[in-house]
């Protein structure tokens, strides 16, 4: 066997990998959509039937006329995107802070900030229920988005301060040649030359908050408050398990994290080539 031969079973060997390796990620995607597009007598069928015999899309309807869906919709978007924001905000200054400034308790401070990011959720479900019933925060947007920067401000800290901290120096020693502050140079040459990876912690911190299930069905009791996992997750009645209505509901849910990966995709993979400026 030549070694031009060898070369190109390699080749085929590796692309054969991937392909088995895309399938067994995207198989459980692939069967919740051709649940949902199944008749209702297929989808407990034996033996299962992959192929529908033919396609409808009524619990796609039902999603949204059986249940409230849309209204779950705007919960989860408008709650994930004010605790991304305020988590980027936040952690963005903090981490350049720790990656920077040198002063007693640093390393001692990330620590903590990463030990509070390991949390179990169940362990700080009861004191934060109490804070929340106490400030009559409970059903309300404000009683889900500051839980939420509990767990999503550490982990955005946390990852920021380490592309922070591989920025190369030179950048904030020609700032201040130039007469810029702190302020400025933070402002106008970091946040502009951290912004791939800032887009990439944020679609993290985005996706973590997106499909958080035990916080919303312990601080979100009104129907009209509930977010999507919360309101998928109490679709089945005392009689009922409408597994095609559950299917849809997944599907709509997951196709638009799909399209956000989609559009920042360039964003994403510039942010985790980000040390690659540093020297």
Known sequence: MTQKTKQRLGWVAFYLFVVVFLVMLLLPFIWQFLTSIKPLNEISAMPAKWIPSYIHFDFYVNVFTKHPFARYLFNSAFVAICSTLLSLGVGST?????????FKGRKVLLMCILSISMFPTIATLSPLYLILKNLKLLNTYAGLIIPYITFSLPMAIWLLSSFFGQ???????????????????????????IKPAIFSVGLLVFINCWNEYLYALTFMQAEEMRTVPVGIALFPSNYQLPWGDMAAASIVVTVPLILLVLIFQKNIIAGLTTGGMKG
């Open 94 to 102: 903090a981490a350049y802070a720790l990656s920077r400034l040198r």
């Open 167 to 193: 920025l190369d120096r030179g950048y904030e020693e020609a700032a201040a040649i130039d007469g810029c502050n702190r302020r400025q140079t933070f402002v106008r040459i970091i946040l502009p030359l």
